[in-house]
């Protein structure tokens, strides 16, 4: 449970932000590219030098080391990067010092543990994924294996980036209903930069458990509320 | 076995074959004829004040003036290394990263080597210390600037892969770890290639220095074996400690990944 509070956050595109999530809130963010959602993403993650602050909960992004922030807010990138040959030297579990002894190592598919194991399942992949080379992934696939890769990680804010822009409707509906869970049962922040308007509307909706959506837009340097369109 | 003295005639019959050089590139139009001659009059003219300048120095043994000349080639080599890199590092640091690796690498190596191994009286008399770190700059600073060149190139290219282990909460070391151990094992297989190959292909230019001033060979071979030690020593000392230092600077105290510390591609 982790609510996270952004203040005068300012990144290259735009003004500086005041924005709150609450523990379980769903923002949904859209806007011309170019209009700076992802340079927001990654100063959020820590990623890129920034003013302002965001704050988890009672913690400053700024008093914790960075590994640590980005355990805990976790940004998932619009493009997935793997840089070992098989998917799941990907997936050792990184200790918590943060100096990742072990990684590369040869590990059998059943080493990642039942809730990693569980994540691939809903995603649609069985624990051999794990054996694969990355090479032979799809677009789409490397996109629904970077989530998991991530969920693993126990993150207490989402910061997802286009997380379904390659995934045919089965699989994204597969991403959605994962992501909506993972609010539930973690009652994680989730701030999601999403292009598709049918995504918005599905996810402003109220679900069983769940507040529906903020939707938000970027209008020139600053963040408002998404008009509300006509009822197809 | 005496060393024969080269008569002004003796270079000039050697020149010769340089202005033969150019007359056969001129007639068959190869269009080097000028750049072969500039080059062989830039060499010597470069060799004659190196040889004044320590013709000079030899007759000295001063500490001071040694040491200064040793620095104008430790400069020389760091402005080297600047120059054979793809993305440098801006500021200071593009001349700092490469000079300071060499300079801690390589006058610690020749000072070791002019106590401990050959025992010169006082460690350092100009007509030892010169060549050798001659040799020994020469070498690591091949080996830094591929060091240094890979480190950047990869850091460049690999943004994408060091970001997403970035974002997965892995540290910097952790993140930057293979490129760094990719950059110094590039750095020290020249030097690998060259103790390998030693003798058997060509012998090395000490030693045949030594052979032509009339050494008996066995002695030229052992003052070889040690230094191409020296210079795997050194070469090894200062590749990790380039990649350390550039490695660090690739990032910012929050662990981010800061390209713009880098020039771009262009050039």
């Known amino acids: 449970m982790a609510a996270l509070r952004l203040q005068g956050l300012k990144t290259r595109n735009l003004a500086p932000l005041d924005l709150t999530l609450a523990a379980g809130d769903l923002v949904l963010l859209s806007g011309p590219s170019g209009s700076g959602k992802s340079l927001l993403l990654r100063a959020l993650a820590d990623l890129d030098p920034h003013e302002g602050e965001a704050w988890l909960d009672g913690t400053a992004c700024s008093a914790l080391p960075a590994p640590a922030w980005r355990r805990r807010v976790a940004l998932l990138p619009a493009e997935s990067f793997w840089w070992y040959d098989r998917v799941g030297d990907h997936f050792d579990r990184v200790p918590p010092n943060g100096t990742g002894a072990g990684l590369g190592g040869g590990t059998p598919a059943d080493a990642v543990g039942p809730a990693t194991q569980a994540l691939l399942l809903r995603l649609g992949f ?8 990355v090479s032979r992934l799809s677009t789409g696939e490397r996109q629904r294996l970077a989530l998991a890769r991530l969920l693993a990680l126990q993150p207490q804010v989402l910061l ?5 822009a390659n995934l045919d409707p089965p699989n994204r509906d597969r991403v959605e209903d994962l992501i909506q869970d993972y609010r539930r049962d973690q009652g994680a922040a989730v ?3 999403s292009h598709d308007p049918d995504q918005r509307r599905r996810l402003a909706l109220p679900a069983p458990g769940l507040p529906g959506a903020r939707r938000l837009e970027i209008q020139g340097d600053r963040l408002v509320a998404e008009p509300e369109e006509p009822a197809a | 076995m005496e060393l024969i003295v080269l008569s002004p005639f003796d270079l000039a019959l050697a020149a010769s074959l340089v202005l033969l050089l150019a007359l056969l590139s001129w007639r068959l139009h190869l269009g080097v004829e000028k750049r072969v001659l500039v080059a062989a009059l830039r060499s010597a003219i470069q060799l004659s004040l190196i040889g004044l300048v320590l013709n000079f120095l030899f007759a000295q043994t001063s500490l001071a003036l040694t040491g200064l000349w040793a620095l104008v080639m430790l400069g020389v080599a760091g402005w080297e290394v600047v120059a054979r890199q793809k993305h440098r590092y801006r500021g200071a640091w593009g001349f700092g990263i490469g000079t300071l690796s060499m300079f801690i690498s390589s006058f610690s190596v020749i000072i070791l080597a002019l106590i401990l191994i050959i025992g010169v009286e006082p460690w350092y008399q100009p007509q030892y210390l010169i060549p050798l770190l001659g040799m020994l700059l020469g070498n690591t600073m091949s080996g ?3 060091t240094l060149d890979n480190l950047s190139r990869q850091a460049w290219e690999g943004r994408g892969g060091i970001e997403a282990r970035l974002l997965l ?3 910097w070391e952790c993140a930057i770890r293979d490129i760094r151990r990719d950059s110094i094992r590039a750095g020290l297989i020249p030097i690998i290639n060259s103790m390998a190959a030693a003798g058997l292909v060509s012998l090395p230019g000490m030693m045949t220095g030594q052979i032509l001033a009339g050494s008996p060979p066995m ?3 052992k003052y070889q074996m040690m230094i191409l030690f020296l210079i795997s020593a ?10 350390w230092i550039g490695s660090r600077r690739l990032f910012d105290q929050r662990q981010r990944l800061r390209l713009d510390r880098l020039t771009g591609p262009e050039r």
């Open chain 2, 169 to 171: 909460g892995q540290s």
């Open chain 2, 144 to 146: 830094i600037a591929i």
């Open chain 2, 234 to 243: 050194g070469t090894g000392l200062g590749s990790a400690a380039a990649v």
């Open chain 1, 191 to 193: 701030l999601w930069v």
């Open chain 1, 160 to 164: 997802l980036d286009e997380a379904t």
């Open chain 2, 219 to 221: 002695e030229a071979a």
């Open chain 1, 126 to 133: 069985t624990s051999e994924v794990l054996d694969w080379t």
